[in-house]
């Protein structure tokens, strides 16, 4: 059985935020409870209308990683 933690902060900072400019993304969230995102998990970012990925875009682009802190 799946289950699924809610996102309760989300940002997206941009390299170079000109448009048509290709830019990096670093995008940061804190889930809503304790859990993490477990060894071959998945989520999904939906970008708004209009967004352009380029053609060239390839797993080889993608940086990942997790930092996990204890909210006291």
């Known amino acids: 059985m799946a289950s699924a933690a809610s996102v309760v902060n989300f940002s997206d900072t941009l390299s170079d935020s000109d448009k048509g400019i290709i830019s990096n993304h670093t995008i940061r969230y804190t889930m809503s409870d304790t859990r993490s995102l477990s060894a071959g ?28 802190t204890k909210n006291s």
Not at 41 to 68: K, Y
């Open 41 to 68: 998990g998945n989520f999904t970012i939906t970008f708004e209308s209009g967004f352009v990925m380029p053609d060239t875009l390839n797993t080889n682009d993608i940086d990942s990683g997790q930092r996990h």
